[in-house]
């Protein structure tokens, strides 16, 4: 087929409504039309899909989408044909005689894409309907399902190389926002994409904001969080375990934050429904662990809280990665303190891996660690972390705040002796008592009154003292001992500051005032005039009842930036409609004199 240069260009405009191609996009774009094979490595948000959705368009045939996420076809499918594109599905929710509807389609070629199950491609009667049609490309959603290594593994995937044997003329274009160099590896490999080019985009996600805070009373912090700065918005709250899932959610609803419980001890049913509820009504807030993870393709996640620190800066970056796909502002926040360093370093103490294991999960706890106590930009670190270089970023809290540093020296030798003193069978909270000065139960108890360690850190206030002890473990000073329940005991390096030979600087913790990503935003709204922005609430009505009426989510009728962007614009009529992101022709053609009728109205 040929094509005119800028044709992909007219149909970014046309039929996705998108002024300009994203970063790699075109290069990508054309690569695959030109029939040449690709191995796509873009974060989550990045703009993938439309790596394949375009060259589906112009090639001749049918574009076959491979991806586990069964849950989430249908509405792949349901967004494309808002566009006017000939899409449908092929997995195990469609009974026989839907099943053969999309086979027949395909055979008479009347079928721009198709997704498919891996399970399902890989039977001989699908393989022999493929060699029956006219087949554009083969597009690997999360290639990395190929690799055995991860956490995503799925043993079909590894079926797929047969792909290239029996079909050696069709492009394959693999995709994955898994970064590591050992699954780039492995999936060229396992898919005999060998001759593939490789198109790398930055892993950096803008619109993230990233913020890391002290923890005090989580509960409350992450509250106060969700009301003053998302209040009504999607978002996803992970901790560690099931029971402080369930009870978070419960606690979060009885405050009236449409929460819902997610994780592997609930039954598929109930969970399925809230992975549903979560995808296609607006506003509710997931509170899970991880096992609430890959299958989660929500545009409009604005905020990724974490309640416990994850195991490593790849889980971190992952998840958070989930937050703002539709590239408005999100906030990656998390809570942190110096019980969930001693819970980690327990829990692979305990594990039942090999020293090896124990080692890396160690190095990979470190990092992360790092990552907390950093004074200077999160973005810097995470990407350095990724192998890639930046510049400080503005849009994280040590950039917008930077913290202050203290000259620590005086507080962490008064610290260190005190543990010394009471004979390093204690936990912070006591440490403190008896520095404070308290006259507890349990100082009485141990005689820590007539120590000369007692009340000698009056001056600082317990929440500083958290820090300063938070600060001595990461720092290496001190070491919580898991075999006596989480005792702080001094380490090798702890006795240079005991006599006086090292000076120790540590951050300050200030508590931060939610000055996050969603104030850009509201203060956004807020430069809205009170008409334009009844506007756009108009505009959010008349989308709910869209949604609701052809049973779609919300964001398949328009993002959320497409309405922002028609309330602030006034449009005067449907050419100027036109102009607006994220309309393209047919949404012009189906939805633009509703659109316009209620612009004037
Ligand atoms: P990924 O699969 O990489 O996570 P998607 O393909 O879902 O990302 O794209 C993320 C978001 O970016 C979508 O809302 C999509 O509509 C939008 N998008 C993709 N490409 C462009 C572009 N060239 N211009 C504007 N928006 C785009
Ligand atoms: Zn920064």
């Not at 005032?513 to 807020?526: F, H, I, L, Q």
């Not at 398949?556 to 005067?572: C, E, G, K, N, Q």
Request: neutral net charge.
């Amino acid at each position: 087929m040929t094509t005119a240069p800028d044709q992909p260009l007219h149909i970014l405009k046309t039929v996705f409504g998108f002024p300009a191609f994203r970063g790699a996009q075109r290069e990508i774009v054309d690569h695959v039309m030109a029939g040449g094979d690709a191995l796509v490595l873009m974060p989550t948000g990045g703009g993938k899909s439309l790596c394949y959705q375009l060259p589906a368009l112009l090639r001749d045939g049918t574009a076959l989408v491979i991806s586990p996420l069964i849950a989430l076809m249908q509405d792949q499918v349901a967004a494309l044909r808002q566009l006017g594109v000939r899409a449908a599905f092929l997995n195990s929710t469609l009974d026989a005689r839907e099943a053969a509807a999309a086979e027949r389609a395909l055979r008479e070629g009347a079928l721009d894409l198709l997704y498919v199950a891996p399970e399902r491609l890989v039977m001989p009667r699908m393989l022999d309907l493929l060699e029956q049609s006219r087949i554009a490309l083969f597009a690997i959603d999360e290639a990395h399902c190929v690799s055995q290594w991860g956490h995503d593994f799925r043993p079909e995937y590894l079926q797929l190389s047969l792909l290239h044997e029996r079909f050696p003329a069709v492009p394959r274009i693999a995709l994955t926002a898994t970064a590591d160099m050992q699954t780039r590896v492995e999936i060229r490999h396992r898919l005999a994409l060998g001759d593939a080019r490789v198109f790398v985009s930055s892993f950096d996600r803008p619109n993230i904001r990233y913020t890391i805070v002290d923890k005090q009373d989580a509960r409350q912090q992450l509250l106060r969080f969700i009301r003053e700065t998302h209040a009504g918005d999607a978002g996803i709250v992970y901790c560690l375990s099931r029971k402080k899932v369930d009870e978070t959610a419960a606690w979060l609803k009885a405050q009236d934050v449409a929460a819902l419980p997610y994780h592997a001890g609930m039954d598929a049913a109930t969970r399925a429904d809230h992975q549903a509820r979560f995808q296609r009504e607006e506003g509710v807030v997931m509170v899970a662990t991880i096992a609430f993870g890959m299958g989660i393709d929500k545009p409009d996640v604005r905020f990724v809280a974490h309640l416990d620190l994850p195991k490593s800066i790849e889980g971190y970056y992952q998840k958070t990665g989930r937050a703002g796909r539709d590239g408005a502002p999100a906030d990656a926040w998390m809570t942190y303190g110096l019980g969930d360093v001693v819970q980690l370093r327990r829990m692979i103490d305990q594990s039942e891996g090999s020293e090896e294991y124990r080692r890396v999960s160690f190095a990979k706890l470190e990092a992360l660690l790092g990552l907390c106590e950093t004074a200077g930009c999160r973005r810097v670190r995470l990407l350095d972390y990724f192998g890639e270089a930046s510049e400080p970023c503005g849009n994280c809290d040590t950039c917008l705040e930077p913290p202050q540093t203290w000259d620590a020296t005086d507080a962490a030798r008064k610290a260190l002796s005190c543990i010394f003193r009471t004979g390093q069978r204690f936990g912070s909270r006591h440490l403190i008592d008896v520095l404070r000065g308290h006259a507890t139960e349990r100082v009485e108890q141990w005689r820590h009154r007539d120590l000369s360690v007692f009340g000698i850190g009056a001056d600082i206030d317990e929440a500083a003292w958290r820090d300063v002890f938070r600060q001595l473990v990461t720092l290496g000073f001190v070491r919580p001992d898991h075999e006596a329940f989480g005792a702080l005991r001094l380490t090798e390096s702890s006795r240079a500051v005991l006599k006086g030979e090292q000076r120790i600087d540590m951050r300050r913790m200030a508590p931060r005032k939610g000055k996050s990503a969603t104030v850009r935003r509201k203060a956004a709204v807020d430069g809205l005039t009170a008409a334009d922005a009844s506007l756009l609430e108009r505009l959010r009505a008349w989308r709910s009842e869209q949604a609701r009426t052809q049973s779609v989510p919300a964001y398949v009728i328009f993002h959320d930036a497409t309405l922002s962007a028609i309330a602030s614009a006034h449009p005067r009529d449907i050419d100027d409609l036109s102009t607006i992101h994220g309309i393209g022709a047919k949404k012009l053609e189906r939805y633009g004199s509703e659109l316009m009728a209620l612009l004037r109205g």
